[in-house]
């Protein structure tokens, strides 16, 4: 039941069952009234709830004449110079009903709180943070598996994770006497000079200890030296731990996915939130 990733004219959608929707991560810039058209019929043909698209300002109102609404805005987010809005289209009422906007609340209220930026000196000496490699694939499926129920990616496979260390994503990890305690993972468009900073995963017996953060302020500073210009992260809306960990290192609120993807085994609302690097 794992979703697919496919191309649509030059666009680029993740869509099935177990999201129950049709993600765009790319829209195409060119004729885009096409584009949503054949989405919508996807959508349709196989009754997803929801389509939720990452589209630049360019190409956005096209999008709102069509019917969607903006969940959330991110500044700069392609080549520092130009917005992205994430806009949706509810194909099921039931799906647009947010029956823990309460809790969401508090969490933001909580990361609002823990505003930043937090400046850490590194990891004790006992701990290791690095580069992943394809040499420590095992391990990191198997600390996916442990971490997540589900997930909206396969990452607790080893051939997606080597597939797309192979493509445009960069792992990083901790490792605590030579056994992998935490992982992170960059999503980098060379393109368009912005990454997600997402996939955080830390063994239960290791949270607590601002790992989370270490593991960020690391990536951050490797993504300076590739020239990307904009971190961004996809948090789950009821975590209090990441949100406060990406607002406590500077991160800025864009806004929030209601029941957007499905993750620790059910659909789940998620924050966006961004930062200039």
């Known amino acids: ?22 993600y765009v991560m790319k829209a195409p810039r060119e004729d885009p009234q096409s584009f949503i058209t054949k989405i919508e019929d996807l959508a349709a043909e ?15 109102e096209e999008f709102i004449q069509s019917g969607y609404d903006e969940e959330a805005q991110v500044p700069d987010f392609y080549l520092g110079e130009e917005d992205c809005f994430f806009v949706s289209k509810y194909m099921c009422l039931e799906r647009k009903k947010v029956s823990d906007k309460k809790v969401i609340e508090q969490v933001l209220q909580a990361a609002y709180k823990n505003k930043g930026p937090l400046y850490m000196s590194g990891l004790k000496n006992s701990f290791v943070c690095r580069k992943a490699e394809k040499r420590d694939i095992t391990a990191m499926a198997a600390l996916y598996k442990k971490v997540f129920i589900t997930y909206p990616f396969p990452i607790h496979e080893e051939a997606y994770i080597e597939s797309t260390m192979d493509d445009h994503v960069i792992y990083f990890g901790v490792w605590h006497q030579d ?25 239960p017996d290791y949270r607590g ?20 210009r904009l971190a961004y992260t996809i948090a789950r809306a009821v975590s209090y731990g990441m949100n406060c960990t990406f607002s406590k290192n500077g991160y800025d609120f864009a806004g929030t996915l209601y029941n957007n993807t499905h993750i620790a085994s059910d659909i789940e609302s998620m924050n966006v939130w961004y930062k200039k690097l």
């Open 179 to 203: 056994i992998l305690i935490a992982l992170s993972s960059s999503e980098v468009d060379w393109k368009s000079k912005n990454a997600e900073m997402t996939d955080f995963a830390v063994d």
């Open 46 to 60: 196989n009754e997803y709830e929801k389509i939720i698209a990452k589209v630049p300002d360019g190409i956005k």
């Open 1 to 22: 039941m794992i979703d697919q990733i496919a191309n649509i004219e030059d666009g680029l959608i993740h869509h099935g069952k177990q999201n129950n929707r049709v």
């Open 209 to 228: 200890r601002n790992i989370s953060s270490w593991l960020l302020q690391v990536m951050e500073q490797e993504m300076k030296k590739y020239d990307i």
